[in-house]
């Protein structure tokens, strides 16, 4: 308990961690974030994702959910190495591009409900989202609340996840007409929690959303039902 109240404020930093590249855009797809290498995806997709509908506008990524970003990941979800979510805010604020109108473009986390966050201490996304818009000098909105309490999405096998988190979020009475909104959350894996989010985002009025995230895992990886 004491870890999740008073998380640890050790400033992430090995030389292994020096060694790590963020990735750059033609390693993913920006539809559904997947790994795919230069000339893997077109307009349309890559072969994860063509033909299917994507919520969000595009995606920005850091990496894969693969070693060693998953092991930070956890590290900073569930150890209390809260400084990690500076860290990955900084770098997605260098990657998700410019806005078409610099002044209507905001920044929103996905959101923790109060149980979760009471027990962890802090809410990463919220961090990785305020750091980010630090860096590009853009206001952080908490857009959107979590009234409902939902097992995590990682208790809940990939098909049922649409319907573990379907109504548990909420937006929190603000007006996004004719803004761009910026979404940051950790980690993207069936797309279940993000496409919640954006359509009350859209519903709110954004013209388009961004969706950051510090790692997606990608369906070809062995270990991506499990995350």
Known sequence: MVNELFPSVLEPGTDRAERWRPDRAGDYCPRCGASCGAGGATPAGCAFCVGQRIAWHRIVRLGAYAPPLDARVRTMKFHGHWRWASRYGRLLGRRVGRPIDPQRIVVAPTPMHWLRRWRRGYNQAKLMAETLAATRGWPMVEAL????????????????????????????????????VVLVDDVKTSGATLSACVRLLREAGAVSVTAAVAAVADPQHAGFKRT
């Open 145 to 180: 609340v979590r009234p409902r309490h939902t097992p995590p999405q990682t208790a809940v096998p990939v098909s049922g996840r649409a319907a573990n988190v379907r109504g548990s979020f909420a937006l929190a009475g603000v007006d996004l007409t004719g803004y761009e």
